[in-house]
């Protein structure tokens, strides 16, 4: 893994207690690379898991961003990593669970819960040739990139420059993106603005759920990384600056992003609804019937024109007249 011997490159791991984290840790360890260490969250207050919603414009602070979707909440999907799509070899099911605490402790990799402030992080990443971050909620300082030989590299599950911010899944699916994707890229003084290493897109399933999505993006993230390290550790990878002009931003969710209005299509309205309703958001209809709290999108018609705006189904099942279209949602 290292251009130096035979040693492999000795890597420093930031992320939380989430499977954003959970799948490029499996993916370095997987691939022989030296995990010294993982960092997650410490101090006071610490951060909270799962996603935290905010009010107003949702944007994050300068120096902490929110934290990636739960433990629990990913869902039905393959596995990322493992042999052959077969049990991960750090422990059954870990991966899938996103507990990346876990695979470090079966792995032998300590655990370190500590804040910014913390002077053990120094030393850590003095001793290592690379900081990784995957889903850790706090900007690294200048100090600490500035010890690794090869600095640090973000895991983000987008195409950077789109969806730049703590929530790009959340994003993808509010914009009705079918092309997401994941991106390894430089840390630098920033938010996810640093020269990209590696990217790779992928089609957005319809009616994909929001953690499954994220936790697979960074699964394929971690795959990039694996690749991208020897040679950039080697000065054979050339890290492409990203195109300020192209950004988009991936605040908080407020709560107006929550709201699905009934003056656009069905088909987004239901890939939406699906997609953050595991998220536990303030999700809710908005139309000439006013503002009605939902839980679920279950089901959806692309054409179909209802002769009510809403309408109560068996089982207390709402379907709600789009343009064009109909959705039915579980009551909120």
């Excluded at 490029?24 to 951060?47: H, K, R, T, W, Y």
């Excluded at 919603?53 to 869902?75: H, I, M, Q, Y």
């Excluded at 983000?156 to 420059?161: D, I, K």
Aim: with cysteine; aromatic share 4%; net charge neutral.
């Amino acid at each position: 893994m290292s251009d130096r011997g035979t040693s492999p490159l000795r890597l420093l791991v930031f992320g939380m207690a989430c499977a954003a984290s959970a799948a490029p840790l499996a993916a370095l360890l997987d691939a022989g690379f030296e995990v010294v260490a993982l960092v997650l969250p410490g101090g006071e207050p610490s951060p909270p898991c799962p996603l935290s919603r905010a009010s107003g414009e949702g944007g994050n602070t300068p120096d902490r961003v929110l934290p990636c979707f739960a433990l629990g909440d990913s869902g039905p999907s393959p596995r990322a990593g493992g042999p052959e799509g077969g049990v991960h070899p750090l422990g059954p099911d870990a991966v899938d669970r996103g507990d990346p605490e876990h695979l470090a402790a079966v792995a032998g990799v300590p655990v370190l819960h500590a804040a910014m402030d913390d002077r053990r992080l120094l030393a850590l990443a003095s001793a290592v040739d690379a900081v990784v971050v995957a889903c850790f909620p706090w900007k690294l300082p200048p100090a600490l990139l500035a010890r690794p030989r090869l600095g640090g590299l973000n895991v983000h599950p987008s195409l950077l420059p789109l969806g730049r911010g703590p929530e790009p899944v959340f994003w993808t699916l509010r914009r009705g993106e079918r092309r997401t994707g994941a991106t390894v890229h430089r840390l630098d003084a920033g938010w996810d603005t640093g020269p990209v290493v590696a990217q790779r897109a992928v089609d957005v399933p319809v009616g994909v759920r929001g953690p499954a999505l994220e936790r697979d993006l960074m699964a394929l993230g971690g795959e990039l990384l694996v690749a991208a390290l020897p040679p950039l550790a080697s000065g054979r990878l050339v890290p492409v600056p990203q195109d300020d002009a192209g950004a988009t931003r991936a605040p908080v969710p407020a709560a107006a992003h929550w709201l699905v209005p009934t003056n656009l299509p069905s088909g987004w309205a239901y890939a939406f609804a699906r997609g953050v309703a595991p998220l536990g958001g303030p999700l809710a209809v908005r139309g000439p019937f006013g503002v009605v709290p939902v839980r679920d999108a279950v089901a959806h018609d692309l054409m179909e024109r209802p002769a009510d705006p809403i309408e109560t189904k068996l089982g207390g099942i709402l379907r709600v007249r789009f343009s064009p279209g109909w959705v039915e949602f579980a009551p909120g």
